[in-house]
Every structure is written in C-alpha cells, then in structure tokens.
C-alpha cells in the first residue's frame, strides 16, 4: 500500500452568500509508505479535516491528486474515481475514526464491535470474545456490552468507536481526533493501540491535539499553519 496526495485542494461554495468561495486548502502535498503514522497539525480551521475527508471522498477535492497503490498493485486516483470505486476501497482498504459515533439504535455494543471481524469470516463467537476484550481493555464495563452505545457518555461512544474501526483494520486508517473526550489515562491507551496497529504495518494519517503523545510513533508532520479563507 502507498499514498500519494499531489497539490490537493478543496473550496467550498456558500450559496446563500452569492456564490463566495471559501479555501479550506491549498496545494497540499506528501505521500505514505504502508506502515507509516502522519500526523496532520494546526489550528482550527486550517483544513485538517477536510484533508481526512477528501482522502476519504465524503469531499469531493477541487483540484489535485490522490493516489492509492492498492493491495493488487492497482492505482485508484481518489480525486476522479466512481462511487462504486470509493465504496468497494472503503469496504477492503480504507477505514475512517471520526469524532462521533453513528450506529443502528437500539444494537448491542458487543455486536458492533464484533462485527467487522464477522464480515471478514471469523466466527460469531472469537469475533464477540475478541471484541468483549477489546473493549474492557478501553474501559468500557462488561455490564455495558449488551446495551446500545447511543445511551453512554461522549467519552465512551468515542471508545467504542475507536474499538469498531481498528478490530479489524483496513490497510489506510484515518483518524480525526479520536481522543477529544477522552481522560489522559483513555488517551495513553488509545495511542498504545494505535502503536500497535503501526506495528502491523497499517499506514495511519491522523489528527491530534496530543503531541506529547504521538510524538513517538509519528514518522512524519504535515504542518498546517493559519486559517486559509479566499473569496
């Protein structure tokens, strides 16, 4: 796997205030080795997310280039490809962390959890056993597994989403602010998770407050340093 992001940029246009265009970036470019932690920084504002989103495609970028060199050698270029080809890549290659849970009411944790691993072919009861550890290990208590995660707190919704995506990682895994709710005890402990995924040679691009940190396990810094706003 590898990721190349070639002077990427996105405007948005604000149609209730006669078609101005905003800049959320410009010219953005550096590429990823499998394997490999970024860590996009800057102040609110500047464009981190929408970086995330456009690699995901839930942007469409405006100008520029991303590639991914996909597991069979295939390159998708992110930027023209077809819907059918976003959603088979997210499916088997691309995962995302956002910030706020979004799951079916009324399914249990443990089920959610579980079921990326499910999908993948393991069977229903390593998969649940695997997520039931996965998620005491993040703090959330065994009497909560069977109780939908849309009645706990910010903090815990953010755990089990943290768990859902990485128990069965894609190969690119991007991370927006993960550990925004978190305690500084969460926070160690979400990071040694990702150090771990690193170590399995998935490539990871994410955002964090946390320097300190990440500082360890990050191989490179994407700097983003003012608020870019156009006409």
Do not use: W
Not at 31 to 44: A, D, Q, R, T, V
């Amino acid at each position: 796997m590898k990721l190349i992001v070639d002077k990427l940029s996105k405007k948005f246009k604000l149609h209730l205030q006669n078609s101005r265009e905003i800049s959320a970036v410009t010219d953005v470019s550096f590429s990823l080795k499998k394997g490999e932690f970024l860590s996009i920084i800057g102040p609110s504002g500047s464009g981190k997310s929408t970086i995330l989103k456009c690699i995901y495609r839930t942007y469409l970028p405006t100008d520029g280039e991303i590639k991914f060199f996909k597991e069979d050698s295939q390159i998708l270029n992110l930027h023209n490809a077809t819907e059918d080809e976003v959603i088979k890549l997210r499916r088997g290659e691309i995962g995302y962390i956002s910030q706020f849970l979004k799951v079916l009411p009324r399914v249990a944790t443990l089920d959610i959890v579980a079921k990326p691993l499910i999908d993948i072919g393991v069977k229903e009861s390593e998969a649940k056993e695997e997520a039931r550890e996965l998620l005491l290990y993040l703090g959330i208590k065994r009497e909560l597994h069977d109780i939908s995660p849309l009645t706990f707190s910010g903090g815990e919704q953010q755990r089990v989403n943290i768990a859902k995506e990485i128990i069965a990682p894609k190969k690119l895994l991007l991370v927006d602010e993960p550990t925004a709710s978190l305690d500084e005890e969460r926070k160690k402990l979400v990071v040694q998770l990702f150090k771990k995924l690193k170590e399995q040679n998935i490539t990871i691009i994410s955002i964090f407050h946390e320097l300190d940190l990440i500082n360890k396990i990050t191989d490179k810094f994407l700097k983003l340093d003012e608020e870019k706003y156009a006409d």
